[in-house]
């Protein structure tokens, strides 16, 4: 059964204090991972898309990386707005739709 | 650019009332259409997809039906509510065929009393 696996569940940094976020994935036919964050009441919003194993993705704060197993979120001296749930999901179906089998996300806080 | 917007925001529906939530996407054509429900301590769940008008798959046995009576609108329905029917259902699209990431709406939160 394909399975995605986000971890920590929660994770509470200091601003400024860099740390990772992980998603490891058992799925066959992998097509492409995805992050998105998700801010409470909201829809999640698209981060990065990878498709292969040693990309990497970066955007302001964040950088995405990929393995044939895990992918991680990085996140550098962070600040109190990148608070969020961030999610991760797999596409492993047909081009033509996006069927995203998605992690229970892990939520992040920073502290100012 | 494009949009989607989903309404109502919040719900809060008797059990065995019906329901219908109703999304629409603006600035494209013949977009591929999905409804997702992420339920309390779990991931998002797809419900339905839609390649076209009057093209509905389902995902998951349950208690609810999805029309496309259009090419940018997609409604969510049940006739009879259940409690485990509550949650935050999320409208999203992609480009015609290809492959490309989901954009969401912000959600109806369904809560069934």
């Known amino acids: 059964e394909d399975q995605v696996t986000q971890s920590p569940e929660a994770l509470r940094l200091q601003e400024g204090e860099s740390s990772s976020l992980n998603c490891s994935y058992t799925?066959?036919?992998?097509?492409?991972l995805f992050w998105y964050r998700q801010d409470p009441g909201k829809g999640p919003e698209f981060l990065f898309t990878l498709y292969s194993a040693g990309e990497e993705k970066e955007k302001e704060r964040l950088k995405a990386t990929l393995t044939k197993k895990e992918s991680f979120l990085h996140i550098t001296a962070p600040k109190p707005e990148d608070s969020a749930t961030y999610l991760c999901?797999?596409?492993?179906?047909?081009?033509?739709?996006?069927?995203?089998?998605f992690g229970q996300g892990t939520i992040l806080t920073v502290h100012p | 650019s494009q949009t989607i917007h989903q309404w109502p925001a919040t719900l809060v529906q008797p059990v065995g009332s019906p329901l219908s939530l109703e999304c629409t996407v603006e600035g494209t054509s013949n977009p591929n259409l999905y409804w997702y429900r992420q339920a309390a301590g779990r991931g998002l769940q797809l419900l339905f997809y839609?390649?076209?008008?009057?093209?509905i798959s389902s995902e998951v046995p349950q208690n609810l039906s999805a029309s496309r009576p259009q090419d940018r609108q997609f409604i969510l329905s049940s006739k009879k509510l259940l409690l485990s029917d509550s949650g935050f259902y999320l409208c999203a699209w992609t480009p015609p065929g290809g492959f490309s990431p989901l954009h969401f709406g912000n959600g109806t939160r369904l809560t069934v009393t």
């Open positions: 799925v066959s036919g992998l097509r492409g």
């Open positions: 999901a797999v596409q492993i179906g047909p081009a033509s739709y996006g069927k995203l089998t």
């Open positions: 839609s390649v076209g008008i009057g093209q």
